[in-house]
Nanobody, 122 residues
Framework: QVQLLESGGGLVQAGGSLRVSCSPS???????MGWFRQAPGKEREFVAG???????TYADSVRGRFTISRDSAKNTVYLQMNSLKPEDTAVYYC?????????????????WGQGTQVTVSS
């Protein structure tokens, strides 16, 4: 069983930056990790994914602004969000899967965090 602990959400003005973090517990290493988000009244959507030993993928809406990375020593995955826009406002969910390739499909992720709120004001 894997539990995902997210942190780092908050309120920021448009154009600002935030970094959210995700630390899995209960398992020493999870190869495939990703971030999804869900805005009020909308479906949960893919944001970014990463897999070890390498490989990242991003949604078109965030490519060039967001960066996903991992610190294997700390067993932590980060989502650095720059140039934030009001439309980035959502609950951001960390997800983990057992596959060896990056994925942007919800069904490829088995474990989910509780979510952290990111609010971007205009």
């Amino acid at each position: 069983q894997v539990q995902l602990l997210e942190s780092g959400g908050g309120l920021v003005q448009a154009g600002g930056s935030l970094r959210v973090s995700c630390s899995p517990s209960g398992r020493t290493f999870t190869n495939r990790m990703g971030w999804f988000r869900q805005a009020p009244g909308k479906e949960r959507e893919f944001v970014a994914g990463i897999a070890w030993p390498g490989g990242t993928t991003y949604a078109d809406s965030v490519r060039g602004r967001f960066t996903i990375s991992r610190d294997s020593a700390k067993n932590t995955v980060y989502l650095q969000m720059n140039s934030l826009k009001p439309e980035d406002t959502a609950v951001y969910y960390c997800a983990a899967g057992l596959g060896v390739e990056v994925s942007n499909h919800r069904n490829d992720y088995t474990y989910w965090g509780q979510g952290t709120q990111v609010t971007v004001s205009s």
